[in-house]
Structure formats: structure tokens, C-alpha cells
């Protein structure tokens, strides 16, 4: 959704339609009405704030384990993490996260030498899990399990290990 004065509209219309975007998504008109009626609540500042809160937390956990956090931390809800100190691409440990229960991104980093297939990095977002419920102390959890699975070489057992300690921290925070 783009908000603009009426002079920019027309313009911004052209620039759009047909090339950007090919007819009216009403799925996506929808969620984005849902969206922004949850931004006009009251209590919206206090989840954006705590989105935040807890994505630096993530990071400085993260950077504490050695991970290079690209920007060295973070300002939003989002963690990029450069991999490559640590000898992985970003796919494989997306995956290995994934069979542990936590979900990243593979995703490219500055000066990635990697093909985007494979890229260097990995993208964390923390607006899933705050609206979980999650706060500082389980964001520290997710470092530690994150760290455990890329000190094992993505050791299946260890994998395992996390699923199961990830599944019962998620059972005292269900999905609202």
C-alpha cells in the first residue's frame, strides 16, 4: 500500500499498474485492512517496542556466541546474521533450524560471495514469537539453541535435542 499526496497519485499509479502489480489481490487488500486496524490499537506501540526489544535481544545473544550480525545489531524486528566465520551457508542452517523447530531465512549478505541459492546469511524476525508471547528471556533461549545447532555442525542428534526443548517452551506460549 502506498499512502501519497493527490498530485503524486497518477504517477504512482502508472509506476504500479500493469508492471508491478497485475490486478486487485484481495487476499492481500484484506490483510493489510487487518493491519492496519491492529496498528490503530492502543496496546500496537507497546508490541512494536517489544518486537524490537526483542530482536536486539536475539542479536546480542547471537554476537555473544560469535556470530557477525550484519550492521552489528539491530534497530527493528529483524536479526541478519553473516555466516560465513562460521563455515555454514545459509540455506543448510535454515534448514537444520527448521527440523529443530525455529524458523530463519537463508538470505544474501553485503559483499555475499555465495550464489543467492545458497547465500551467506540467515534472516531471524521477531514478530512471530512476541506475539506468542515470547519477551528478552526466551529470545536468549533462541540464541542459545541457535548456537547449540551451529557448534554441533548440524549434528542430527542435537537437532533433535532443540526440536524437543523448543516444543515444550512453545507449549506454555500457544498461538493466540
Not at 69 to 75: H, I
Not at 87 to 109: H, I, M, S, W
Request: proline letters at 7%; charged letters at 20%.
Amino acid at each position: 500500500m502506498i499512502l501519497c499526496r493527490a498530485e503524486h497519485a497518477a504517477k504512482i499509479d502508472k509506476a504500479v499498474f500493469p508492471g508491478l502489480q497485475g490486478g486487485p489481490h484481495n487476499a492481500i487488500t484484506a490483510a493489510i485492512a487487518v493491519s492496519l486496524q491492529e496498528a490503530l490499537r492502543p496496546d500496537f506501540a507497546a508490541y512494536a517496542a517489544q518486537c524490537v526489544a526483542n530482536a536486539r535481544t536475539l542479536a546480542e545473544g547471537l554476537a555473544a556466541r560469535g556470530f557477525d550480525l550484519v550492521t552489528g545489531g539491530t534497530d527493528n524486528h529483524l536479526v541478519l546474521v553473516d555466516l560465513r566465520n562460521k563455515g555454514l551457508g545459509g540455506k543448510p542452517l535454515a534448514a537444520a533450524l527448521d527440523r529443530a523447530g525455529l524458523v530463519g531465512n537463508y538470505n544474501a549478505v553485503p559483499w555475499d560471495d555465495q550464489p543467492p541459492q545458497n547465500p551467506s546469511g540467515l534472516r531471524l524476525g521477531s514478530p512471530a514469537m512476541t506475539t506468542r508471547g515470547f519477551h528478552e528471556p526466551e529470545f536468549r533461549q533462541v540464541a542459545d539453541w541457535i548456537g547449540r545447532v551451529v557448534e554441533s555442525g548440524l549434528d542430527e542428534k542435537v537437532i533433535a535435542t532443540v526440536a524437543g526443548e523448543t516444543r515444550a517452551l512453545c507449549e506454555g506460549f500457544p498461538m493466540p
